[in-house]
């Protein structure tokens, strides 16, 4: 399977945070989501900022555009990444990440809900 998408203005709409979320500066934020076969995946941008994201969900990034890093809130290593163009990763639902962007990030963003996982799980071990 292919995704494919205009790279246009076209479906984007602001996305903002709550106000408690920001670290530094008043980072805009902006969202395309996107239909793929019934997954909630979709298109976001942020210009320069620091903020937290908290995960209800996990969700599996990759950076189209930009930069920046992230540290796992509460990590005892305080570990920091950085993601450029062309990286992927991973963030656990339950989690809160530090996002800091120096100019502007866009990335693409599919969302597995918990729940589902863990009823698809369930299900499973009901066939057995």
Not at 49 to 65: H, K, M, N, P, S
Not at 71 to 92: A, I, N
């Amino acid at each position: 399977m292919s995704i494919q998408f205009q790279d246009d203005d076209s479906g984007w709409h602001d996305s903002p945070l709550p106000q408690n979320w920001w670290r530094i500066c008043n980072p805009k934020f902006r969202c395309r989501p996107l239909s793929i076969q019934g997954i909630d995946a979709g298109l976001w941008d942020a210009t320069a900022g620091q903020f937290e994201w908290r995960y209800t969900d996990d969700e599996l990034v990759f950076i189209l555009a930009g930069a920046v890093f992230v540290r796992e809130m509460g990590d005892k290593y305080e570990t920091l990444h950085r993601l450029d163009v062309g990286d992927s990763m991973q963030f656990p639902a339950g989690t809160r990440w530090q996002w800091t962007v120096q100019e502007y990030v866009r990335k693409f963003y599919v969302i597995t809900p918990r729940k589902s996982l863990l009823r698809r799980i369930f299900n499973f071990g009901k066939r057995l």
